[in-house]
T-cell receptor
């Protein structure tokens, strides 16, 4: 089965704790992305990576960190510095079709609740 | 306001009718994409249209792009209950020095009435 997976589906954390969200793809895509979605809102880009060992900040990178050590994996850490971390987090991947961004394949999302 | 903005924010139509959603954007783009999202799920890609294309079809979907007006429309013909979802447009915001961005609008919530 080819696809993109995120785990866990639901995650609960206490304020002040760092938490890492998993994203794995077996589509052999070069590019991977992390988005945040708040209720009734569109997606906002947190970080993206177009190649292993390289990544760029999106519009709302503050309080988040990522790594891209393997092509298949792009984990997102929500740090205690993120002021309002409760949200729905979506990971996506795509072929790197420069110029521009190609068709993105999304995972099922992780709903993070911080109390 | 955002790069991509959908209009209307919400739309309710009877099953069998056509649904039209619009997207406006501000900067030059390489391509524009439309996605569907069912509640609480990830997004599903519908269509990608490049800046040098004016119209594209996929099944019951028709997308148009007018780069002079910086706008796109998504038409769903003969709507079905299963089309109930939120629909988002996504545009490249062309940058320099490897800082291109992809920007999603806030979406149109489509509800198909039985």
């Amino acid at each position: 089965d080819g696809g993109i997976t995120q785990s866990p589906k639901y995650l609960f954390r206490k304020e002040g704790q760092n938490v890492t969200l998993s994203c794995e793809q077996n589509l052999n895509h070069d590019a991977m992305y992390w988005y945040r979605q708040d209720p009734g809102q569109g997606l906002r880009l947190i970080y993206y990576s177009q190649i292993v060992n390289d990544f760029q900040k999106g519009d709302i990178a503050e309080g988040y960190s990522v790594s891209r050590e393997k092509k298949e994996s792009f984990p997102l850490t929500v740090t205690s510095a993120q002021k309002n971390p409760t949200a729905f987090y979506l990971c996506a991947s795509s072929l790197n079709l420069a110029p521009g961004f190609g068709e993105q394949y999304f995972g099922p999302g992780t709903r993070l609740t911080v109390t | 306001s955002q790069q991509g903005e959908e209009d209307p924010q919400a739309l309710s139509i009877q099953e069998g009718e056509n649904a039209t959603m619009n997207c406006s954007y501000k900067t030059s783009i390489n391509n524009l994409q439309w996605y569907r999202q069912n509640s609480g799920r990830g997004l599903v890609h519908l269509i990608l249209i490049r800046s040098n294309e004016r119209e594209k079809h996929s099944g019951r979907l028709r997308v148009t792009l007018d780069t002079s007006k910086k706008s796109s429309s998504l038409l769903i013909t003969a709507s079905r209950a299963a089309d109930t979802a939120s629909y988002f447009c996504a545009t490249d915001a062309l940058g320099v020095n490897r800082d291109d961005k992809i920007i999603f609008g806030k979406g149109t919530r489509l509800h198909i009435l039985p």
